[in-house]
């Protein structure tokens, strides 16, 4: 149409499909817990905790080193995210926007665990010095190299079904995470910056149905609130 070669975009007369709602599907509290109780017999326990209390990615768990972790502060730093790419192994990038940089702080138990955790660390690979090198991983591999994802995953799945729990993935402990922080009235914002989402506008998309039965709690505490002043 600049250069004047023709009159009408026929494009324009086209209607554009409606992308569907991004459903999310995550655990119950007791069947998080119930996983992890199970967990707990597996060489991943403290990976599947920390996902679940934190709302990391698998990758971000897999990349996370050490140095970005502060027990003393009890705060971790989400640098990298591991991928398995054909040919080329595992892999650690940046995250892909730049929220995924982020800071997310711990509870006091998960930083009891991670130094625990950190012990049997240290313990094995004095163990196992002839074969184990040290990269610094917070969960790394048998040998100290980066930890295949897949192991992740098809761990996790063999708990599920141990646990009973159909169709549950373990990107769901992070759904999980979310909707435990929603209902229990976090901030949006809180919820978008432990997730790495750019803005809170998409959380809430993606997790705000979860917190429609808060509507008649809210409802309720502003009646209250106006009652008071009135009295």
């Known amino acids: 149409m600049r250069k004047g070669l023709v009159h009408r975009v026929v494009t ?3 209607e554009s499909p409606r992308p569907s709602r991004y459903q999310v599907r995550f655990p119950s509290a007791d069947d998080t817990v119930r996983i992890l109780e199970l967990a707990k017999d597996t060489d991943y326990h403290a ?3 920390l996902i679940a209390v934190t709302g ?3 990758g971000e768990a897999i990349a996370l080193k050490w140095e970005n972790v502060d027990l003393m502060r009890g705060v971790l730093s989400v640098t990298e995210t591991a991928q398995r790419l054909k040919n080329k192994g595992v892999v650690f990038t940046p995250p892909k926007s730049a929220a995924g940089l982020r800071g997310v702080a711990l509870d006091q138990e998960t930083v009891a665990l991670l130094r625990e955790h950190q012990g049997r660390q240290m313990l094995y690979a004095v163990e196992h010095e002839d074969v184990y090198r040290d990269n610094g991983l917070v ?3 048998p040998s100290g190299a980066p930890l295949d994802p897949s192991v992740l995953t098809r761990t996790f799945e063999k708990l599920v079904k141990k646990a009973g729990v159909k169709g549950l993935r373990l990107h769901d402990l992070r759904h999980g995470h979310a909707a435990g922080l929603i209902r229990a009235g976090t901030h949006p914002r809180v919820v978008q910056d432990r997730l790495g989402h750019a803005n809170a506008a998409f959380t809430m998309q993606v997790y705000g149905h979860v917190a429609a039965d808060l509507q008649a709690q809210a409802a309720t505490a502003f ?3 106006m009652r008071k002043h009135r009295t």
């Open 12 to 14: 324009q007369a086209a």
């Open 56 to 58: 990391l990615r698998r």
């Open 139 to 141: 969960f790394p591999g």
């Open 47 to 49: 990976a599947f905790h």
């Open 223 to 225: 009646a209250d609130l």
